[in-house]
C-alpha cells in the first residue's frame, strides 16, 4: 500500500501561481510513475502531468507551458509548479502512483484525497 498526501493548494488570483506538493508513504516503489490529475465541479477527473521513473515528463495541452512537474525520489516526494494560473483551473487536484505512465486515471492504483485549487478572475 502507498499512502499519498497533496498540498499546497488554496486560492490564488488569475495569473498567480501554486505550487502543490505530494508526500508518498508506505510501500513505495521508485519506478512508480506520478500523476496529478485534477476534478473541477460537475467535470470528470482530467489529467494534468506526469513524472515516470527517470524524469521524463508530459502535460496535458491545458497546462503545458505553465506548468512544471518534479519528483524527488530521495524524499518521495512530488511537485507541480503552476503558473499563470487561470479561473478555469479551479479544481481539487489530485496526486496518483502506479507502475504504468499513462494518462489514463484508471490505470493509477493510489491517490491521495486532493487539495482545492481556487483561482478567482
Known amino acids: 500500500q502507498v499512502w499519498l498526501v497533496e498540498s499546497g493548494g488554496g486560492l490564488v488570483q488569475a495569473g498567480g501561481s501554486l505550487r502543490l506538493a505530494c508526500t508518498a508513504s508506505g510501500r513505495t516503489d521508485r519506478s512508480y510513475a506520478l500523476s496529478w490529475f485534477r476534478q473541477a465541479p460537475g467535470k470528470g477527473r482530467e489529467f494534468v502531468a506526469l513524472?515516470?521513473?527517470?524524469?521524463?515528463?508530459y502535460y496535458a495541452d491545458s497546462v503545458k507551458g505553465r506548468s512544471t512537474i518534479s519528483r524527488d525520489n530521495a524524499k518521495n516526494t512530488g511537485s507541480l509548479q503552476m503558473s499563470s494560473l487561470r479561473p478555469e483551473d479551479t479544481a481539487v487536484y489530485y496526486c496518483?502512483?502506479?507502475?504504468?505512465?499513462?494518462?489514463?486515471?484508471?490505470?493509477?492504483?493510489?491517490w491521495g484525497q486532493g487539495t482545492q485549487v481556487t483561482v478567482s478572475s
Open positions: 496518483a502512483a502506479g507502475a504504468v505512465a499513462t494518462t489514463n486515471a484508471n490505470n493509477y492504483s493510489f
Open positions: 513524472i515516470n521513473h527517470d524524469g521524463g515528463t
